[in-house]
């Protein structure tokens, strides 16, 4: 069985082909940095264009690498939401396209459930896992208990962690993007203990997330140092790794406790998301898990940010079990894992 994925939710634009053992034929990726980093950050008709450009020859270069010809793949997976809807509908009505054409299965993936799901494509990971995603907007822990059986025990109630890294960075004058830079200047610190920033809901009794006082925290230092030396940012990135590194740990330890009450079998820690390709984080995740007597499981870097080899395995993973989706399904900006929970006050709905 053999699946051609389509990802076009933010700004990268990706296309992969991936087979049901696990190979991955084709992962191609075109990164648009360069077309957002004069704006600080993603400006979505810029990311729609772009998609709208480059897609159809990354379509053609991932089937070339695969030694394919698109009559012989078995099923077209696109991430159908949640994410920026002009670029999404680009690579919806590609793969509609390509369907009706060859008379192939469509299937829309949701792009968190590939971000989920990845582990399984890289390690085999069976059901069920306890899940932290922290990709974008988007910082939960869940439950995965089967392809599309998601039970969430954590969210933020106010911002992710993938925003704090950008907002943190640009408070710092990092640049654009944010995370690879500020875990860059942590690794130069020279008194990472020099600032004191507070770990967010450490010590609360639920596994939910919050991230926006530390923000704030590292604002008030910024203000009050003023201009500042290579020191000072270095030290205050490290200290800001060190708060985000404390508050997932404390927010993962609770969720563990939680997940091995109701799944006893399960064994596995799985981190998935962009916020995933930090070593530091993966590190701390790591010895945390094997504290708690599980596996962790983290992807190669290279499949933790936005990519459509997990676009196209959770499509396959989808397919073999008989779900397919018709050519009217629309473009979703906004698509939870879990629809059964309820949403947080202030995280609006990509909670």
Request: charged share 25%; proline share 6%.
């Amino acid at each position: 069985m053999i699946v051609l994925g389509i990802e076009t939710s933010c700004d990268e634009t990706a296309c992969a082909i991936v087979d049901d053992a696990r190979g991955i034929r084709a992962n191609v990726v075109l990164s648009q940095l360069d077309e957002h980093r004069p704006y600080g950050g993603v400006v979505p008709e810029v990311a729609a264009r772009a998609h709208l450009h480059y897609l159809d020859g990354l379509i053609r270069q991932a089937l070339d690498e695969a030694r394919l010809e698109l009559g012989q793949v078995d099923a077209i997976a696109a991430t159908g939401g949640p994410g920026l809807i002009g670029g999404v509908i680009v690579g919806v009505m590609t793969a509609k396209a390509m369907a009706a054409a060859r008379g192939l299965p469509f299937v829309a993936v949701n792009h968190l459930e590939g971000h989920a799901l990845t582990a399984r494509l890289t390690d085999d990971v069976p059901f069920p896992y306890l899940l932290l995603l922290v990709s974008g907007g988007h910082c939960q822990l869940l439950e995965v208990e089967g392809v599309g059986q998601y039970r969430r025990l954590g969210t933020t109630i106010d911002d992710a962690v993938g925003e704090a890294f950008d907002k943190t960075a640009k408070l710092l004058g990092l640049g654009y993007p944010g995370g690879p830079l500020l875990e860059k200047a942590a690794a130069r610190a020279t008194n990472p203990g020099r600032f004191e920033l507070p770990a967010p809901m450490k010590g609360r009794p639920d596994c939910d997330f919050s991230f926006s006082g530390l923000k704030t925290a590292v604002r008030r230092h910024v203000e009050q140092l003023g201009t500042l030396t290579e020191a000072d940012v270095a030290d205050l990135a490290a200290a800001f790794h060190h708060a985000v590194g404390q508050s997932l740990l404390d927010r993962c330890d609770r969720a563990i406790k939680a997940f091995k009450d109701r799944h006893p079998d399960g064994r596995h820690l799985v981190v998935a998301g962009g916020v995933a390709a930090n070593k530091y984080l993966r590190d701390q995740l790591s010895k945390l898990a094997t504290k708690r007597g599980l596996t962790f499981t983290a992807p190669p870097l290279s499949l933790c940010t936005d990519n459509a080899a997990m676009i196209a395995w959770a499509g396959l993973e989808r397919f073999r079990l008989g779900q397919t989706d018709g050519l009217d399904f629309a473009p979703r900006p906004r698509w939870p894992l879990d629809p059964a929970a309820k949403p947080m006050k202030f995280a609006g709905a990509k909670a």
